[in-house]
């Protein structure tokens, strides 16, 4: 494990201790607490481990865990799936399995993006990247064609577009998803600039999301229903599906699923509208961080 996952794990364990009160699992509040949440000796207790070893361990010193004790302090941090399958990630030295070469936007998947209309569909890296949308996509928020192309970014978008927040049914909710898998992909990519760089724009240009990322919450999936105010045709209801593209798990066709009636003609009123755009733009490789 490198010096960057080690500390990212060391804070994301310290994070998650300081959720969780005495009550929470059990044992009396004794005394005064400096911080909240547990103290290091009582999760060393509740997993079964020298308070020593848990101690480096959260200070990002080099020893090794094995998945056994991982599980069973995952269990006493009281961490949901997702949490606990990014504890695992971070302690690994194989959580993630890249490509050699960077993902290739082919004439097939234009042609499905193409097929997939009126339904709103893109393919999109999990650092949220957009290489490629069909026209019902392209305007279900406002018009990414009208951001430079390094700026077609999802997560860039959602915080630095006001029209997304205006959009949005439940902006607030989908600002903590974006940052909850964005911080869960970008375990293999600790030491990586494009990624780096990302965060730290982020962090600098918009206030919620540095306050969402210093949470440290994790999330694998979003599987929720997604409301969209369309400037054009009124509020669609979706649920997004996403399908991966590559072995590395990196790229990913990203499609959505009308949840009623109203929607499905709200969403074939808007291909209409748009029928005059050009079939599929915004064709560009993936980098290999993303």
């Known amino acids: 494990m490198d010096d960057q996952r080690r500390r990212e794990l060391a804070a994301f364990l310290r994070s998650r201790r300081e959720r969780v009160t005495p009550a929470d699992v059990g044992l009396p509040a004794l005394g005064r607490r400096r911080t909240p949440g547990l103290r290091r000796e009582e999760v060393a207790q509740l997993s079964g481990v020298g308070v020593t070893w848990y101690t480096w361990l959260e200070q990002g010193r080099p020893i090794n865990a094995s998945a056994q004790v991982l599980n069973a302090v995952a269990r006493a941090l009281r961490l949901d799936p997702d949490e606990h399958a990014h504890l695992l990630n971070l302690a690994g030295d194989d959580a993630t399995l890249d490509d050699t070469s960077p993902h290739t936007v082919t004439d097939d998947h234009l ?9 709103p569909a893109c393919v999109q890296t999990t650092r949220f990247d957009v290489l490629a949308h069909n026209r019902t996509y ?9 951001w430079p192309t390094r700026d077609r970014n999802c997560a860039v978008l959602n915080f630095l577009d006001p029209a997304w927040a205006e959009v949005y049914e439940d902006h607030d909710q989908v600002s903590a998803s974006i940052v909850a898998r964005l911080r869960s992909s970008m375990v293999g990519h600790l030491d990586d600039p494009g990624w780096t760089g990302l965060v730290d724009r982020l962090c ?87």
């Open 111 to 119: 042609a499905v993006l193409e097929q997939l209309l009126p339904l």
């Open 204 to 290: 600098r240009e918009s206030a919620l999301f540095e306050e969402l990322w210093n949470r440290r919450d994790v999330q694998r999936t979003d599987t929720r229903i997604r409301g969209f105010r369309n400037p054009r045709v009124g509020l669609l209801r979706v649920r997004f599906t996403r399908l991966w593209l590559d072995r590395s798990r990196t790229v990913q066709l990203a499609t959505t699923t009308p949840v009623d009636d109203r929607t499905r003609r709200r969403l074939e009123e808007l291909a209409a509208s748009v029928a005059s755009d050009p079939p599929v733009t915004s064709r560009r490789p993936a980098e290999r961080a993303a």
């Open 138 to 146: 392209r305007h279900l928020i406002s018009d990414i064609e009208e």
